[in-house]
């Protein structure tokens, strides 16, 4: 099983164990409307692909060898940028709705935080699926267990960071994390909020727009409670 030089980008939703609550109603909603959030965070991950949704986090790569020279630390940020945009777009659009239950209005409460390194990884296909695996995949996943105080950031591994070195920002932190199984790494994190400089009112939601969102959300939740549909899982 030869490997493949790979960008890996988590993309993690915080504030999710909190969010879905124990009421039928609250927990079809925040299930239907987290997932609309991580179905907007993919669409904008342009370049990378799915490899799982992982709970209330998108798990993508890009392979990144010679072939495919470009993924690089400024592709990364730029990406997580947009990705984060598309998050707080769809958030807001959530929060806009009229329904009054814990799913749509504690939706505000919700952040992301993105973990991104490059590295040698394996496919491994099992009952027709693929999945990726090794010690890179292993890496990226631990990282999501880290002590940095900021609740919307990128954090990047060494390695990914060798990539375009000068890039980094002036503000980044810097991280020492002992990773079980595998040691100290090195690693960096940035505000995301220093790498989007974009400052733009949201335009005032119309009634049209909030009953469109608020229909959306006890359709979809429909299943979830009449319980022929199961919410997904946290790691």
């Known amino acids: 099983m030869g490997t493949e030089r790979t960008a890996l980008l988590i993309a993690d939703i915080g504030g999710y164990t909190e969010y879905m609550?124990?009421?039928?109603?609250?927990?079809?909603?925040?299930?239907?409307?987290?997932?609309?959030?991580?179905?907007?965070?993919v669409r904008a991950a342009h370049g990378f692909q799915l490899v799982e949704i992982e709970g209330d986090a998108a798990?993508?790569?890009?392979?990144?060898?010679?072939?495919?020279?470009?993924t690089t630390l400024t592709d990364i940020l730029r990406l997580a940028v947009m990705m984060h945009r598309a998050f707080h777009l769809e958030r807001d659009y959530v929060v806009q709705n009229l329904c009054p239950c814990g799913g749509c209005r504690q939706a505000r409460n919700l952040t992301l935080k993105f973990v991104a390194h490059v590295g040698d990884v394996a496919i491994q296909r099992i009952g027709g699926r693929s999945k990726l695996v090794g010690i890179d995949v292993i890496l990226v996943h631990r990282l999501?267990?880290?002590?940095?105080?900021?609740?919307?950031?990128?954090?990047l591994t060494e390695e990914l960071c060798r990539t375009?070195?000068?890039?980094?920002?002036?503000?980044?932190?810097e991280l020492a994390p002992d990773l079980e199984g595998i040691g100290t790494i090195r690693a960096y994190f940035v505000d995301?909020?220093?790498l989007d400089h974009?400052?733009?009112?949201?335009?005032?939601?119309?009634?049209?727009?909030?009953?469109?969102?608020?229909?959306?959300?006890?359709?979809?939740?429909?299943?979830?409670?009449?319980?022929?549909?199961?919410?997904?899982?946290t790691r």
């Open 21 to 41: 609550g124990s009421h039928r109603m609250t927990l079809a909603h925040a299930e239907v409307n987290t997932a609309r959030m991580l179905e907007s965070i």
């Open 59 to 70: 798990f993508l790569s890009r392979r990144a060898d010679a072939r495919d020279p470009d």
């Open 144 to 155: 999501l267990k880290n002590s940095v105080g900021i609740p919307e950031y990128v954090l």
């Open 164 to 173: 375009d070195a000068a890039s980094l920002p002036a503000s980044a932190g």
């Open 192 to 194: 995301v909020a220093d």
């Open 198 to 233: 974009v400052d733009e009112a949201s335009p005032a939601p119309t009634l049209r727009s909030r009953l469109g969102s608020t229909f959306s959300a006890v359709g979809r939740g429909l299943p979830y409670m009449l319980g022929t549909r199961k919410p997904r899982r």
